[in-house]
């Protein structure tokens, strides 16, 4: 068990600019969820998936956002025309089934200029 | 809508001190209530977590006390040591309907003099 890793851990980029995040679940942890967490707040759900299915989207996650597990295993997060208000901490979490909890990585911090 | 409570938003206590952090719901539909530790530059981390069904339970120096009726639950950490200077979430979901979908307090800056 190597915990949930989260890939890069900080992105600076320009407004405009479409970045994207990985996300590697612990193994064989099926559920996968994505966060955004903002300075002084707690995290804020985007979206799960279960396998490869997207089975729930904030309306949090406006159009510019996308993601996508194709395999069931790692996921992605793409935001395009990044916007200033962007800029924040994307954590990604998993679980198995059950009553498992929420094991969460330690972000990806994005910064919007 | 916040539906998750929580206060205070900042706690400063001596090492040795209890600090108590408090969290209240709105949703009835909440089953499950973890509470997570976060340190500078790092994820959440689950430190202890309660269902309805009891209204304490206590994991090492962390205890939750869990008022059902009142819609309200709160954290303690007994003898608390400078290495507790965290951040500390509460959060909520509704295990059967939401996939485990959890809702969190905004947090509490706790921090721990030596």
């Known amino acids: 068990d190597t915990g949930v890793s989260q890939d890069p851990r900080h992105k600076i980029t320009k407004r405009g600019q479409n970045v994207t995040f990985r996300c590697d679940p612990i193994?064989?942890?099926?559920?996968l969820y994505w966060y955004r967490q903002t300075l002084g707040q707690g995290p804020e759900f985007l979206t799960y998936?279960?396998?490869?299915?997207?089975?729930?989207k904030s309306r949090l996650l406006s159009d510019r956002f996308s993601a996508e597990r194709p395999k069931g295993s790692f996921s992605t997060l793409e935001i395009q025309r990044t916007e200033q208000g962007d800029s924040a901490m994307y954590l990604c979490?998993?679980?198995?089934?059950?009553?498992?909890?929420?094991?969460f990585g330690n972000g990806t911090r994005l910064t919007v200029t | 809508q916040q539906q998750v409570k929580q206060s205070p938003q900042s706690l400063i206590v001596q090492k040795g001190g209890i600090p108590i952090i408090n969290c209240a719901y709105e949703?009835?539909?909440?089953?499950?209530f973890p509470w997570y530790q976060q340190f500078p530059g790092k994820g959440p981390a689950l430190l202890i977590a309660?269902?309805?069904?009891?209204s304490e339970k206590k994991e090492g120096r962390f205890t939750i006390s869990f008022n059902k009726s009142a819609k309200q639950f709160s954290l303690h950490i007994m003898d608390s040591q400078p290495g507790d200077s965290a951040t500390y979430f509460c959060?909520?979901?509704?295990?059967?309907?939401?996939?485990?979908?959890?809702?969190f307090g905004k947090g509490t800056l706790l921090t721990v003099n030596p």
């Open positions: 949703n009835t539909a909440f089953d499950y």
């Open positions: 998936f279960q396998n490869e299915a997207q089975l729930e």
């Open positions: 979490a998993s679980r198995t089934k059950g009553d498992s909890p929420l094991h």
């Open positions: 309660i269902r309805p069904d009891v």
């Open positions: 193994s064989e942890h099926n559920r």
């Open positions: 959060a909520a979901s509704n295990s059967g309907g939401s996939n485990y979908k959890l809702t």
